[in-house]
């Protein structure tokens, strides 16, 4: 979908993809549920032809409901993902997959984990990250020898969690911070400079920002700094 959720074009898409090297981007981050499964489709036929571009996807636990998880300890899913995104875009080694996990609740994220560093050590991936992990759950993973090389994390002046204890952590660790959420999904921007608070949002990035405006300081607060 579009930035404001409306149905996205497959051929925008692929035309905006095509352009990237062009622009000299070398990384593009993806996951098997954006889409859902077509993202990786569309990064594939567009930029098959450009195998210097490092493609990161992602692999995790998946909500099936309220408190419903499928279960992660069991090597056989992790080893599903990892091939149905090889093979949706056409890579034999994945370059990094990122490990997502929605809830510290769920106990398994360390089992899991030593399922992908398996599939690493095979060779059906190249390197392994995480996104979202707090230095405290990273600290676990290193700990048990697990080679991590990212950490995704929402970074901007509107949420500088990561500026703290965990940029110090990766410092020490040689873990890099892969920053989402720079421009906070586009509020950063002259667009909204004196306008006024939206009062719908249709997609769902949008409400995940406007979320991070309000927890700032709010509308007028953010338009004080912006």
């Known amino acids: 979908r579009g ?27 993806t996951a098997d549920s954006y889409g859902p499964n ?6 594939r036929e567009a930029l098959a032809p450009y195998p210097r571009i490092v493609v990161a996807t992602k692999a995790g636990l998946t909500r099936t409901g309220p408190n419903q998880w499928i ?11 990892a091939h149905a ?15 997502h996990w929605w809830s510290f ?14 599939l690493r050590r095979e060779g059906l991936i190249r390197r392994l990250g995480v996104t ?14 697990i080679e991590i090389v990212s950490n995704q994390v929402a970074f901007s002046w509107l949420d500088r969690r990561a500026a703290g204890e965990m940029s110090a952590f990766c410092l020490r660790r040689g873990v890099r911070l892969l920053a989402y959420g720079a421009l906070a999904g586009g509020f950063i921007s002259e667009r909204w ?23 700032a300081g709010g509308w007028d607060a953010f338009q004080r700094v912006l």
């Not at 279960?71 to 993902?81: A, D, S």
């Not at 056409?90 to 490990?99: H, S, T």
């Not at 609740?105 to 398996?118: C, F, G, Q, R, S």
């Open 193 to 215: 400079l004196g306008a006024p608070a939206p009062e719908e949002i249709a997609d769902w990035s949008r409400m995940k920002y406007r979320r991070f405006i309000d927890a």
């Open 85 to 99: 995104s090889r093979r949706r875009l056409g890579v034999e080694i994945i370059d990094l997959m990122q490990f």
């Open 105 to 118: 609740e769920h106990p398994a994220y360390l089992d899991a984990m030593k399922h992908l560093d398996a």
């Open 3 to 29: 930035v404001w959720g409306e149905p996205a074009d497959r051929q925008e898409c692929l035309r905006v993809l095509r352009r990237l090297p062009e622009l000299g981007v070398d990384f593009v981050d």
């Open 71 to 81: 279960p992660l300890g069991r090597p056989e899913y992790l080893v599903q993902q």
């Open 38 to 43: 077509i993202s990786e489709d569309l990064i």
């Open 132 to 145: 979202n992990f707090d230095a405290a759950h990273l600290n676990v993973l290193v700990k048990h020898g």
